[in-house]
């Protein structure tokens, strides 16, 4: 189970940095074309699956553990 739940470390460091990045977007005052927005949302999205598929298997292995 430790292993399902370390996997994670890596893309919740990303989504961090994602959420920086939208941070520094979302208060400057230069134009950011809807593109660029776009992208960071499909790699948001296919983030999140990633994040939630490792999620519900770290749940799996642990309802497992306690039987």
């Known amino acids: 189970m430790f292993s399902a739940v370390s996997d994670m470390e890596e893309r919740v460091r990303d989504l961090v940095g994602f959420a920086q990045a939208l941070c520094v977007f979302g208060s400057s ?19 999140a699956a990633r994040l939630e598929t490792q999620w519900e ?6 309802a497992e553990a306690k039987q």
């Open 29 to 47: 005052s230069t134009y950011i074309p809807p593109k660029a927005v776009h992208v960071l949302a499909e790699a948001l999205e296919a983030l």
């Open 57 to 62: 298997l770290a749940f799996k292995l642990a």
